[in-house]
Every structure is written in C-alpha cells, then in structure tokens.
Nanobody
Framework: QVQLVESGGGLVQPGGSLRLACAAS????????MNWVRQAPGKGPEWVSR????????NYADSVKGRFTISRDNAKNTLYLQMNRLEPEDTAVYYC?????????WGQGTQVTVSS
C-alpha cells in the first residue's frame, strides 16, 4: 500500500533553515506530481508547493516563494522541501502527498516550529 513518511522537522529560530524529506513507497513515485501542504495550529490546510513527475515543473504558494525549494530524487523515491529564511508564520505540520491514482494520499506529517 501507499506509504509516505515525512522527516526533518524540528525547532528552528527565525531566519533559520530546515530540509524536509518524504520517503515514498507502494506506488510508482516517478509517475506522479507530488505536493507539500501544511497546517498551522487552529487553521485549515495550506498548499505550499508541487513538482511534476520529472521535476521540470514547479509551483509555489506566494507565502513561500523565494524562500522554499521543492525537489525530488526519483531514484531514491524521495521528495524534499528546502526551507530557508524561516518565519514564525511557517510553524505548522508539513505533509507530503497528492493524487496518487484512486484517491489522495498524505503522510503523517512532520512538525516545524519557528520560534526564538
């Protein structure tokens, strides 16, 4: 079955950086667009970024454009999110996933906390 496991979250000071990873299994990772979505405390989900199957088409939410970089390694079945110049407003649980055939699939999430 589909498995998506996020890692790399943690506590970081404003202005700092983190790199999230999403290990995928149970499906042909290289065939699908992949997304990062986040959910802050008390708020609804917010789409962050997406990347096409080959990595040549990328989109970002305005709130992270210029600070975050999405990438993927299809040989390793892994999706990444490099987050630079982090702000307290980036505090959220970050999820990877998307429409992987029959239905949307998402991982369990990784917590990112930006605080001094």
């Amino acid at each position: 079955q589909v498995q998506l496991v996020e890692s790399g979250g943690g506590l970081v000071q404003p202005g700092g950086s983190l790199r999230l990873a999403c290990a995928a299994s149970g499906f042909t990772f290289s065939n699908y667009w992949m997304n990062w979505v986040r959910q802050a405390p008390g708020k609804g989900p917010e789409w962050v970024s997406r990347i096409n199957s080959g990595g040549s088409r990328i989109n970002y939410a305005d709130s992270v454009k210029g600070r975050f970089t999405i990438s993927r390694d299809n040989a390793k079945n892994t999706l990444y999110l490099q987050m630079n110049r982090l702000e307290p407003e980036d505090t959220a649980v970050y999820y990877c996933g998307g429409d992987l055939g029959a239905s949307p699939e998402w991982g369990q999430g990784t917590q990112v906390t930006v605080s001094s």
